[in-house]
């Protein structure tokens, strides 16, 4: 046995070296790479997709930008989401070149009003998902931001504020709408731009429903990987295996919602609908609810710059658009319905900043679109009872 011993030690000390040393070198590279990364993090960033893209295209899809400035733009824009309660998430706030996000959850716009809103104005509340707030685009060129100077035309005075969110869609909008009617912050008017989203989350769940309903579940427990792609060395890998994964994504049928899913999310939209209606009757608000355009609905794809790279989860919002227009056209479901889902249908040009956001001057027409249709409804909305007091019995 005593002469096994010597061999143990030397064998249990070659193994002690050996993973001692590996677990100093993989703490010393993911130390590396943090500091990398902290640093890559804090430049202005290129925008991959727009790599194929000449500076005269480029310039005509950001009116006045630089190609440095469009990289700067982006990386103010995606931003780590924080909790809210009930609605469960919203915009991060922030102060930026070009994006600026108040603490009370709004986005800036052309002469932002400050918060609260004055009572005596003729304030606007505008929702919607992330193209409402504007991803890719700067401040003053958002749906909101261009509706102020068109609203304040007509009715001098107006104050717009735009509460539009990532991956927000009528259910989230509707418990922000309330929430913000139960704190006194009660508008003349309130927009509900909705459309893309409502299709994206046929569960009647959020972005982040299966992290919150995993931190609640007592059993759930962190996986290794899991756990890994929170470090640097798990950023690393990812960025490696997305650069050796170039492959376009296509428009599998597989992809497009069942009949039945379609109907229900249809009649989901239109419940809260009604719901913001009696809220809004109840508080004296002017609801108006804008239906708005999709690129994977009557927009030919020859003219979007980046739809080779193809729809990924949105492509089921085709089959959506349709159901919708067809339910509209079988029942009238209002006047205060603003439908835009067909504006885009003869304009052959560039539309979008990538996917499904608006460029700046797809979002100016928008925002005249819906003043030609609202703006005199909303000019006659009489101002709402004052804030603080109590809802008519």
Sequence with gaps: ????????????????????????????????????????????VTVDMYDPLDDATLAALYPGRRRADVGHLWQETVQPLTYESFTEFHERPRAGTFVNVDAAGFRHVEDQQSWPPDPARPNVFVFGGSTTFGYGVADDDTIASRLQPLLEARRPGTAVYNFGRGYYYSTQERILFEQLLASGHVP??????????????????????????????????????DWLATTALGRAAEFVRSRLDRRPTTDGSSAELAPEAMDRIIRRYLENKRLI???????????????????????????????????????RVRGGYAAMAAFVRDHPIGGNLVWLA?????????????????????????????????????????PPRAAGSQPPR
């Design 277 to 315: 209606e009696s809220a809004s009757a109840a508080y004296g608000v002017t609801p108006v609810f804008v239906w708005q355009p999709v690129p994977m609905y009557r927009y030919d794809a020859r003219d979007h710059l980046f739809a080779g790279r193809g729809f990924f989860g949105t492509t």
């Design 188 to 225: 003349a008017v309130a927009i509900f731009v909705d459309g893309l989203n409502d299709f994206c989350f046929d569960a009647d769940d959020s972005a982040v429903s299966p992290r919150l309903a995993a931190a609640l579940d007592e059993h759930a427990r962190v996986s290794f990987v």
């Design 342 to 382: 067909d504006v885009q249908e003869n304009l052959h040009e560039p539309l979008y900043v990538d996917i499904v956001h608006y460029a700046p001057r797809f979002a100016a027409r928008l925002a005249a679109l819906i003043d030609d249709a609202s703006g005199a409804l909303i000019a006659r909305a009489q």
């Design 1 to 44: 046995m005593s002469a096994w011993r010597p061999r143990v030690q030397r064998g249990y000390a070659l193994i002690a070296t050996v993973v001692l040393n590996t677990l100093v070198l993989v703490v010393l590279v993911d130390a590396t790479l943090s500091i990398l990364f902290w640093l890559k993090d804090r430049r202005p």
